[in-house]
Each structure stands twice: as structure tokens, then as C-alpha cells.
């Protein structure tokens, strides 16, 4: 079973940048979307970002101009670099991929539902 486990996550301050990693093991990255979300305390998990398999990206609306997410194929990682960090973005970060390989546009892409495999998560805390 694909096997996903993200790092870089830590205590930063505000307006510092921060770039998490997602290395997927067990299966090729190659052809499968990719997604990031975040779960912060007593609210639930939101959407982040996802890269389709060909490339194509989608950021959260308020990440827009402060998240950039992208992946290598070849190292089986997928990154999302995250700057001008505020305090609401203290979440655990979450990297996904779904079953399915080349998986045609879905507006579902953006939800929960859409992916199969998760990492751990990985703590990101922004101190004001």
C-alpha cells in the first residue's frame, strides 16, 4: 500500500516562509494527483492546494499568492512552499493522492473525499 510521509513542518514567525515535503513510497508518483490540507485545532480538515498529474495546480483561496505546491515525479516527493506566514495558518499539514492514476478534472478535487492515501501530518505553528 502507497505510503505517504511528510516533514519540514515547525515553529516559525510570522511572515517567515516554511516548505513542506510529502515523499510517497510503495507507488510512483508519477500520473496521480497530489493535495495538501490542514486540520487546526477544533475546526475541520480544509483544502490547501492539489496538483493534478499533468501539472496543473489549485490554491486555497486564502493561500492564494503565499503557497506555491509542485512535485518530482523522478524523486517522488511533492513540496508545498509556504511564505508570509500568519498565526491562522497554524494547522497539521497533510499531503494526499487518490487510488486512481490520471484522473480527469473533478471540481471534487478539492475535497476530502477525492483522495484515498494520507500521510501522518506534520505540525506547522506560526507565532505571532
Known amino acids: 500500500q502507497v505510503q505517504l510521509v511528510e516533514s519540514g513542518g515547525g515553529l516559525v514567525q510570522t511572515g517567515d516562509s516554511l516548505t513542506l515535503s510529502c515523499t510517497v513510497s510503495k507507488r510512483a508518483l508519477n500520473g496521480y494527483d497530489m493535495a495538501w490540507f490542514r486540520q487546526a485545532p477544533g475546526k475541520a480538515r480544509e483544502f490547501v492546494a492539489y496538483?493534478?498529474?499533468?501539472?496543473?495546480?489549485l490554491i486555497g483561496d486564502s493561500m492564494k499568492g503565499r503557497f506555491t505546491i509542485s512535485k518530482d515525479n523522478a524523486k517522488n516527493t511533492g513540496t508545498l512552499q509556504m511564505t508570509f506566514l500568519k498565526p491562522e495558518d497554524t494547522a497539521v499539514y497533510y499531503c494526499?493522492?487518490?487510488?486512481?492514476?490520471?484522473?480527469?478534472?473533478?471540481?471534487?478535487?478539492?475535497?476530502?473525499?477525492?483522495?484515498?492515501?494520507w500521510g501522518q501530518g506534520t505540525q506547522v505553528t506560526v507565532a505571532s
Open positions: 494526499a493522492v487518490p487510488n486512481a492514476p490520471y484522473r480527469a478534472f473533478s471540481s471534487r478535487s478539492s475535497r476530502e473525499d477525492a483522495y484515498d492515501n
Open positions: 496538483i493534478r498529474w499533468q501539472g496543473t495546480t
